[in-house]
């Protein structure tokens, strides 16, 4: 037999799980995340005054334009937006040789730069716009099992898909 105090815990929490849904219908909407080609990603690389700044590092496309004096048309670090840098980002490299998603043959304390630099710097500073489609396909073009875009900070499975 239900209790008068158990009808209202089930009522309160009713009336509390439909307010989230209620929440969640009128949240304003966001943009969503999309993927890069190599020729999108290109038109985001600093020359246009007033154009957002991106750039990729493993195959996550960063919106960089907070730091325009190091990312923008004159910055330092312009060389790195426009692409998929991840090789001099863990090489901590300018070099043009080294502006490519390619990792290969990159030492261990290479790659666990890369993984620091991403995690710390990035992925805490800097709000994901998209992915790559290295980071989401496979080189055959059939998805990469490994994504989980739901791992990814900035986004909800609710306002993507």
Do not use: W
């Not at 990159?106 to 993984?115: D, R, V």
Request: net charge negative.
């Amino acid at each position: 037999m239900v209790t008068p105090v158990q009808l209202f815990i089930t009522f309160v929490l009713l009336v509390l799980s439909l307010a989230d849904d209620v929440k969640l219908k009128h949240k304003p909407a966001s943009k969503p995340v999309r993927l890069f080609t190599e020729e999108d990603l290109k038109r985001h690389d600093g020359s246009e005054e007033g154009h957002p700044i991106y750039m990729a590092i493993k195959g996550v496309v960063f919106d960089v334009t907070k730091g325009k004096e190091f990312y923008g048309k004159d910055g330092p670090y312009n060389v790195l937006v426009g692409k998929d840098c991840t090789r001099a980002v863990a090489k901590m490299s300018l070099e043009p040789a080294d502006l490519t998603s390619d990792t290969t043959g990159l030492t261990e304390e290479q790659l666990q730069s890369l993984e620091s630099v991403f995690e710390g710097t990035y992925k805490t500073k800097y709000p994901i716009v998209g992915y790559t489609a290295v980071r989401i396909l496979n080189q055959d073009g059939s998805p990469n099992e490994d994504f989980k875009p739901e791992d990814q900070p900035h986004f909800n499975m609710r306002d993507e898909f």
